[in-house]
């Protein structure tokens, strides 16, 4: 993956974090939550489209592509993962965090992020209780990471597919399990359910706020709590791979 600059890495965290609310972005939602003149931000947005990480337009928004969706996963996963590990491991105060791993982020080497989450024992949220998204490397299991600690990261290489939390699926939505994060036990609670790597699974119903989850997964329902659907991790069939847009 590319080396980015700390700025571009900061818009790409502000139009992750915005998308998740709304498809295309505005430029003054930008400006706000970055509190820069729109100027400069529509010649940032222009920029980055030349670099293939958004598609802009000055009429309809900006949206990341699936290149740009996965350099800001990637970024948002390191600075989640290193608030964690500030808040869990230093002992630092919560409003002190944020800002830190912002300044840390940046360093923060493939092999570094890797070892940091087992130190964490795979962690699934940050501590404003915000997703981890999941690693990018070609692993079906937590475990599976853990048995390969030795091996160069190169040689697993990186998932070319976008991975959705079960959670983020819309109702009647489905897609295939692709990848689980969590512990042997947390595995065997799983598999005990019937969900396992490959496993089709459709959503039946969630309500806002997301407590619990219905699904269905061969052909038995089954209501997930929130914080157990959040690590299973699924590839819909409309969006199989991220490409190289």
């Not at 590319?2 to 571009?8: A, F, T």
């Amino acid at each position: 993956m590319e080396i980015l600059s700390e700025n571009i890495e900061e818009y790409l965290e502000t139009l992750y974090k915005l998308s998740q609310e709304q498809e295309f972005v505005s430029t003054s939602s930008i400006s706000r939550e970055l509190r820069i003149a729109p100027p400069s931000v529509t010649q940032m947005l222009q920029r980055l489209a030349k670099m293939g990480l958004v598609d802009y337009s000055p009429y309809r928004g900006v949206k990341l592509t699936t290149k740009g969706y996965r350099m800001a996963e990637k970024v948002i996963r390191k600075h989640r993962l290193l608030e964690r590990f500030l808040y869990d491991i230093l002992n630092l105060k919560r409003d002190k965090i944020h800002q830190q791993a912002c300044e840390m982020e940046h360093a923060l080497s493939d092999d570094a992020e890797r070892a940091l989450c087992q130190l964490l024992k795979q962690p699934s949220y940050c501590p404003d209780k915000n997703l981890i998204p999941p690693c990018d490397f070609k692993f079906k299991t937590c475990s599976e990471c853990v048995k390969r600690k030795d091996e160069d990261l190169k040689e697993i290489g990186s998932r070319d597919e976008k991975l959705l939390s079960l959670p983020q699926l819309e109702e009647m939505e489905e897609g295939r399990v692709s990848f689980i994060r969590g512990d042997y036990k947390f595995m065997e609670k799983i598999m005990n359910m019937g969900i396992t790597i490959g496993s089709f699974i459709r959503v039946l119903k969630k309500s806002p706020p997301i407590e619990s989850i219905e699904i269905e997964v061969k052909g038995s329902k089954i209501v997930l709590r929130k914080d157990i659907a959040d690590n299973i991790f699924i590839i819909t069939e409309e969006n199989p791979s991220l490409g190289s847009s």
